[in-house]
């Protein structure tokens, strides 16, 4: 059980991180970097590396767990997984569009591949949270 505990206050730290850090005021990007001086591009992949992590811990954990033990659990996390890799399929698509053309439309349909992949991020979490049954 201790185990569990230093993994969960690592992803605690990790979702800390990537929710403080894209807030940090006065920063400020080069415009001839990787991010050409987009603020989005950088805090929407500060942002997927961050979910990616914490996607990553939990199914490692649950890949784990012995064969047979907590079928629903396994079942849901099955789910999870398979939307997972669904949002993070859309979201390169959509980020390689956005950055090829950056329009408004593709501002928008990037945030919400990001979004799914977020949502995913919160099932698996609160699934992790609640530990095995």
Not at 19 to 47: E, I, K, M
Not at 105 to 121: D, I, P, Q, S
């Amino acid at each position: 059980m201790k185990r569990l505990f230093e993994i969960r206050h690592l992803i605690y730290l990790l979702v800390a991180l990537g929710v403080a850090a894209p807030g940090c005021a006065g920063r400020r990007l080069d415009p001839a970097g990787v991010y050409a001086a987009d603020p989005l591009l950088y805090d929407v992949d500060a942002t997927y590396r961050t979910t990616w992590t914490l996607l990553d811990v939990v199914f490692q954990w649950e890949d784990r767990l012995p064969e047979g033990f907590a079928p629903k659990l396994r079942a849901t996390m099955n789910r999870v997984r398979a939307a997972a890799r669904k949002a993070d399929g859309d979201f390169h698509r959509l980020r390689s569009a956005y950055r090829a053309a950056p329009t408004e439309a593709g501002r928008t349909a990037y945030e919400e591949a990001l979004a799914r992949l977020l949502a995913a991020g919160r099932e698996a979490n609160e699934l992790f949270a609640k530990g095995t049954p």
